[in-house]
């Protein structure tokens, strides 16, 4: 089958889409919304409806409080074993519980104070900026001399091996990475960074908000130390669902999280007044689960479990590099440029597209005028130029990356983006 710009080349990959099936699970309420932002918000599985609905009118409605008797108490660590089979992980090395911000204070400043001696702290350029402010928050508050020093970037898109290399050095205590970049979607090779950093005497940390649900893991293989991630996403969990950590068998007895909460405890219902910390995973939690917004991940998780990573992947890479082709052949004679990986293997499961104008033409995307096109497509802008085009391939169409990127051309061939103002939104 010959690739062509072609909608019909586009449904014919639809066809031939072993996945296909998955896309009737999620509420799809628009025909005319093409939704290109689920690495930012995944869509709402219809199963999750009615799973909340039994939650608050069953457990909580008519059984108050002895749902936390009846499963509540254990969702953090049975939602975490569901997530170690994602990630690769064992079921009692994955907890769910706060937020990914939350975790990666608790994570970092635990690391640091295991790795006394050590003072470099070291992430990327590319991280995303609550990353980066939370090690700097840690290392004012630890008060020990430690510094974060930022592997650099020579493209604007990607990270050499040689720029790697030579900034994880033997003064290294902990790197900490976010797998696929939130703006050009790089991808790191876990396995090859986590392994120089322990040559280097360094544990490794990896931020994996981008790539949980779109890319297949496997901590445990590839003798990962430490994790962190998002349910939001590519997991589906819903606006604002807790996150998870991971943190290697070997290491729990090791590392002690900063916050001391009752939930971290041996016997938080025994209300001692001395903190005695959980042997297990459960010491990494603080206090008490939020089980409304933490009940909404578990039906999507059964859903990827189904679908499959490996699979998922597959069908993720065959529409960035469609997608990619298209642009090439649509929208880089307009001026724009790829500002993402061409290797797929380099690249996570959305792509950028950069472009001077790239705000205006995103909010001609997002707002279309009744009297151009009843088409809405829904992508983000990420500061300065990038239009990004999240992939989530349990519900992503081929046809949807066809008609998003026909948008696109005729927004910028008609000049439309120009009647829409420079001026920002507060959510981007």
């Not at 974060?148 to 030579?166: A, M």
């Not at 696929?180 to 490794?204: C, E, R, W």
């Not at 938080?268 to 603080?286: K, T, V, W």
């Amino acid at each position: 089958m010959k690739q062509t710009t072609e909608e019909h080349y586009a449904s014919q990959l639809d066809n031939q889409d072993p996945l296909a099936k998955f896309r009737d699970k999620f509420i799809i309420a628009d025909p005319d919304l093409i939704y290109l932002d689920g690495n930012s918000l995944g869509r709402l599985p219809k199963v999750t409806v009615p799973h909340l609905q039994n939650l608050i009118e069953e457990e909580w409605g008519k059984g108050l409080i002895e749902g936390w008797n009846k499963g509540w108490f254990e969702m953090p660590t049975r939602l975490g074993s569901r997530i170690a089979q994602l990630i690769g992980a064992r079921d009692d090395e994955v907890v769910v519980c706060d937020t990914t911000s939350v975790n990666l204070f608790k994570l970092s400043a635990a690391a640091l104070k295991y790795q006394a001696g050590k003072k470099v702290l070291v992430s990327d350029e590319f991280n995303f900026p609550t990353d980066l402010y939370v090690f700097q928050g840690v290392i004012d508050i630890l008060n020990a001399g430690h510094q974060l020093d930022l592997i650099r970037s020579e493209d604007s898109i990607s990270f050499s091996e040689e720029n790697i290399n030579k900034t994880i050095t033997g003064n290294t205590a902990l790197v900490a990475l976010t797998q696929v970049a939130f703006k050009s979607a790089f991808m790191y090779d876990i396995q090859k960074v986590t392994k120089l950093a322990h040559q280097k005497g360094a544990l490794a940390m990896w931020d994996l908000s981008h790539s949980v649900g779109a890319v297949p893991l496997k901590l445990n293989d590839w003798d990962v130390d430490l994790a962190v991630g998002c349910t939001y996403k590519y997991l589906n969990g819903g606006p604002g669902s807790p996150a998870f950590l991971f943190v290697r068998k070997e290491l729990q007895k090791e590392l002690f999280p900063p916050i001391w909460g009752w939930f971290a405890d041996q016997a938080p219902f025994a209300f001692n007044l001395d903190f005695s910390p959980a042997d297990g995973i459960s010491r990494y939690q603080i206090s008490t689960p939020h089980i409304l917004s933490m009940a909404g991940i578990e039906p999507a998780l059964e859903i990827l479990l189904e679908a499959g990573t490996d699979q998922l992947r597959e069908k993720s890479v065959k529409q960035t590099d469609y997608l990619i082709y298209l642009a090439q052949q649509l929208l880089l004679p307009l001026g724009f440029e790829v500002g993402s990986p061409l290797d797929s293997s380099r690249r996570g499961s959305h792509v950028s597209l950069r472009d001077p104008e790239a705000y205006r033409i995103c909010r001609a995307l997002i707002d279309p005028k009744p009297e151009d096109t009843t088409l809405k497509v829904i992508p983000d802008f990420r500061a300065p130029n990038n239009i990004r085009l999240g992939i989530a391939p349990l519900y992503t169409s081929f046809v949807d990356i066809h008609r998003a990127l026909k948008r696109l051309q005729t927004i910028v061939e008609d000049g439309i983006y120009q009647n829409y103002s420079k001026k920002q939104l507060k959510v981007t």
